[in-house]
């Protein structure tokens, strides 16, 4: 899962760790070097969120061009810009893709069912959508295809992997199916638990490796995304129906966002399969001498993982 940029991350990741960890206590490097790595994972996005404020500051009605048009040229540059300097893979290029056409067919569907809504101009706009909206969801399948390779991510034990499939179309398909049929979402909620309470993240920080439940990581991005939303939407850039700008996007977004990352997740694995593994990942003293470690019981040091 390595390429010519994986290694020149993992080369800086070990000078930056061994500078901090030469100066401060273990623990507090770790997770320095873990913040440092998330938001180095999520860049595409922070500079997404970043252009939304900015240009709500600066924009000016009577300018040529409409500030969606403008943040539709500037999301493709971001996109240029981490293509050709190799802070992104083509691999992962065609996970952005997917993310790019699902999201915009569900930001058509919601905004004509009057979910949400687009209020400014813009000449690129399908259907009252901006073309840069879709760039608000490749920035998720931005930030999980890298931060699977900049941690070295595993996910074991991996649940059948037809069964996640089924599972992400149907919460896929429910966003949809809601507005006319009944709303399966308590449903879905329990299945994402049922079907990953077992899976765990498997991440390395340095020379050690450490773990977290999928389900909670799924809830704690959930929160991040929500936090998110609510610079969209002081911004002016989508509003929901009944919102007014500055107004708090409401807590239940986060439940849509978490069951949303079950189908990002999903899409992700559908070209990044090497990360997943059928059965737990366990400690053995024969591969590289890494250290495994973790926020549960099953954690060991001195040990290198394997998938088994």
Do not use: C
């Not at 009252?128 to 999980?144: D, E, N």
Request: hydrophobic share 55%; charged share 15%.
């Amino acid at each position: 899962m390595t390429d010519g940029t994986g290694n020149r991350t993992r080369r800086l990741e070990r000078r930056l760790g061994d500078w901090m960890r030469a100066r401060l206590p273990h623990v507090l490097s770790e997770l320095v070097m873990f913040t440092l790595k998330q938001g180095w994972a999520a860049l595409f996005g922070a500079l997404l969120l970043m252009g939304l404020i900015v240009s709500d500051r600066i924009w000016q009605p009577g300018w040529p061009l409409a500030r969606y048009d403008a943040l539709l040229i500037y999301a493709l540059a971001l996109q240029a810009l981490f293509l050709l300097t190799g802070m992104e893979s083509w691999r992962e290029a065609k996970v952005i893709a997917l993310f790019h056409l699902t999201g915009t067919a569900m930001e058509i569907f919601k905004v004509q069912a009057g979910s949400w809504d687009y209020p400014g101009d813009g000449l690129l706009k399908l259907w009252g959508v901006p073309l840069f909206s879709g760039f608000m969801y490749a920035s998720v399948g931005s930030y999980m295809a890298r931060v699977i390779r900049l941690f070295d991510m595993r996910f074991a034990p991996y649940p059948p992997f037809a069964l996640t499939l089924l599972l992400a179309v149907a919460i896929y398909v429910n966003f949809f199916a809601h507005h006319f049929l009944p709303d399966i979402r308590p449903a879905l909620f329990a299945a994402t638990v049922l079907l990953y309470a077992r899976t765990r993240i498997w991440f390395r920080i340095g020379d050690a490796r450490y773990w977290m439940p999928l389900p909670l990581a799924a809830f704690l991005s959930s929160f991040f995304l929500w936090l998110a939303e609510n610079i969209g939407t002081a911004t002016r850039t989508w509003l929901y129906t009944g919102q007014v700008a500055g107004e708090m996007v409401r807590f239940s977004k986060m439940g849509s966002w978490y069951l949303l990352l079950y189908v990002s997740f999903v899409t992700v694995t559908l070209i990044l399969r090497d990360a997943l593994g059928n059965r737990a990942l366990r400690t053995s003293v024969a591969a590289s001498g890494d250290a495994v470690s973790g926020v549960g019981p099953d954690a060991a040091q001195g040990a290198a993982p394997s998938i088994r």
